[in-house]
């Protein structure tokens, strides 16, 4: 939040939200690919919730080649909708999204997913990646 407010004085740059439904017949994978606006920005995913109609399912998301969540039981119900991750998650996405959501149910699955983020100019990405982002990096990789 402080990174993001801190951004917010100094730039002024463009808030999404928008909503996945997603349906998902039972024993099945469905892949969502969303590749970025090839403007020159950079999004910031600020934040995702997350419901649906069965407790649990696998749940992939990758953030361009980097998987940011692998859950082989993932229970949305576990969290409260529109704040699944929104206070720790801070992560970029320079070229897509993909989600993937695997049913190894036998029943078929409905789910809903909301997504925050932002979009920041190149310059501004590497200056955070510079002194945020490669601190994080080289804490995970030790």
Known sequence: EEIVTTISEHYQFEV????????????STVEIYADKP???????????????????????????????IHDPCFQPQMYKFENFLLRGMFVTAKHKFILRVVNPNSQELMFKMLVYMFKIPESLYYKLQQKYYKVLEDFVKS
């Open 38 to 68: 090839k403007d020159g920005t950079y999004w910031i995913v600020i934040g995702a919730s997350a419901y649906s109609t069965i407790s649990c399912f696998q749940l992939d998301f990758w953030l361009d080649n980097q998987l940011i």
């Open 16 to 27: 999404f939200d928008f909503t996945m439904e997603i349906y998902v017949p039972s024993n």
